[in-house]
């Protein structure tokens, strides 16, 4: 099983990036999927989730109204819209599947990831 994501680079203030993940092989049970980001230094924390079994998403509250989680099962992959981007939003961005009935929202939560994609946001 191999997750791959793209989509990263830098961009402006107020700019919109859309990341993509590429899930290769067969992962059974899906609980979760979600995009989560970190910088160097601080905890890995939750963007944005989406529920398998219900559609329902996640997101944390300083992307909220600005991000938006979904999906292409034909395709395979993962999306994470993001628009308005800020400064503070600048991260790696990891893209994540989880098996284990759970919140979905906690990085313990996943038994996958990608290997991140650099996002850099200048003022």
């Known amino acids: 099983v191999q997750l791959v994501e793209s989509g990263g680079g830098s961009v402006q203030a107020g700019g919109s990036l859309r990341l993509s993940c590429l899930v290769s092989g067969y992962i059974n049970n899906r609980r979760c999927m979600g995009w989560f980001r970190q910088v160097q230094g601080k905890e890995r924390e939750a963007v944005a989730a989406?529920?398998?079994?219900?559609?329902?998403?996640y997101y944390g509250d300083s992307v909220k109204g600005r991000f938006t989680i979904s999906q292409d099962n034909a395709k395979s992959t993962l999306y994470l819209q993001m628009n308005s981007l800020k400064p503070e939003d600048r991260a790696t961005y990891y893209c994540?599947?989880?098996?284990?009935?759970?919140?979905?929202?906690?990085?313990?939560?996943?038994?996958?990831w990608g290997q991140g994609t650099q996002v850099t946001v200048s003022s």
């Open positions: 989406l529920y398998v079994s219900s559609g329902d998403t």
């Open positions: 994540a599947v989880g098996r284990i009935p759970a919140t979905c929202t906690s990085r313990w939560d996943y038994d996958y």
